[in-house]
């Protein structure tokens, strides 16, 4: 009988330590004063659209340490010198990453998969204008190096703001072509 209570013990212990993941991975989205779409996966990473150099030391007291900004220098409204000066003076890691949607290029994957590897930068607050490149680029971190299949990594990258077919089409290209 004790034993059996124990094997019943030990069952539910082994589930309950399956479950926490997966609870680990949930999105959830929040209203921030200048950062549009922001998406936030559990301490690891945030996917957001635009934000506003003011709103760095904001970022820094939510927990990230680093700040991957995708927008190219000629989108409106994007201030990349002056995200990466206030990124700076709060001493968070920052990174321009530009990847232009509508003709993405494999060298920004390579550098963003360099960026996010490397050993400290996470929590990482990933952005760019309206959130679904950072979306995508970490769709390709997880299929890349984390070893998601397609369905899992889309499921959490849907939910963190992807949402262009191309942008998805050119991250499963790279990361079928790119496995580590």
């Given amino acids: 009988m ?18 926490m993941p997966a609870r680990a991975q949930e999105v959830t989205k929040d209203n921030i004063d200048g950062i549009t779409n922001f998406h936030r996966l559990q301490t690891v990473v945030a996917c957001s659209g635009a ?21 190219e220098p ?13 990124a700076k003076a709060e001493g968070l890691r920052y990174y321009s990453i530009p990847l232009n949607a509508m003709n993405p290029d494999p060298a920004a994957a390579d550098k963003f998969l360099d960026a996010i590897t490397t050993k400290g930068v996470e929590p990482a607050f990933i952005h760019c204008a309206g959130g679904g490149r950072a979306a995508t680029m970490w769709f390709i971190k ?10 899992r990594a889309t499921k959490e990258a849907t939910d963190l703001g992807m949402n262009s077919p191309t942008l998805k089409q050119f991250a499963i290209d790279y990361a079928m072509a790119h496995k580590r």
């Fill in 2 to 19: 004790r034993a059996h209570l124990l094997i019943a013990v030990g069952l539910l212990a082994a589930a309950w330590i399956a479950v």
């Fill in 51 to 71: 934000i506003k150099p003011e709103v760095v030391p904001q970022i820094k007291q939510m927990g990230f340490v680093s700040i991957i900004n995708l927008r």
């Fill in 74 to 86: 000629t989108e409106n409204g994007a201030n990349i010198e002056g995200e990466g000066q206030a």
């Fill in 142 to 151: 997880r299929m890349v190096v984390d070893h998601w299949d397609v369905d």
